[in-house]
């Protein structure tokens, strides 16, 4: 067997392991079914909120590295080219080249 196929069987009886894991805890939780359908509510929509933002963050940061690096790519080429390269101001505004 291949590492491969290792790491997906692997994987496989965690995810199997932990959903049953899941199911005995919900049999033997000390709180009515009902209350612990809404705490499983609860932490799903919480943990789906996170998700959203650590999606929303990852996102806005690599627009902001795609950003800086068509700028630089954009500086390097001037420069090939004999141009001066733009300057920042410190602001994200562009100043004209001295």
């Known amino acids: 067997m291949n590492d491969h196929t290792s790491h997906f069987t692997s994987m496989f009886y965690f995810l ?8 005995v805890a919900l049999l033997l939780a000390p709180q009515a079914g009902k209350l ?12 789906a909120d996170s998700a959203c933002d650590l999606k929303d963050q990852v ?12 700028h630089r790519a954009s500086d390097v080429a001037s420069a ?8 920042m101001n410190g602001h994200g505004d562009e100043v004209a080249p001295a």
């Open 16 to 23: 199997a392991g932990a959903v049953a894991g899941g199911g």
């Open 36 to 47: 612990t359908r809404e705490l499983l509510r609860r932490k799903m929509r919480e943990t």
């Open 59 to 70: 996102i806005r940061r690599s627009e902001e590295i795609r950003d800086e690096a068509a």
């Open 80 to 87: 090939l080219a004999g141009r001066t390269p733009r300057k």
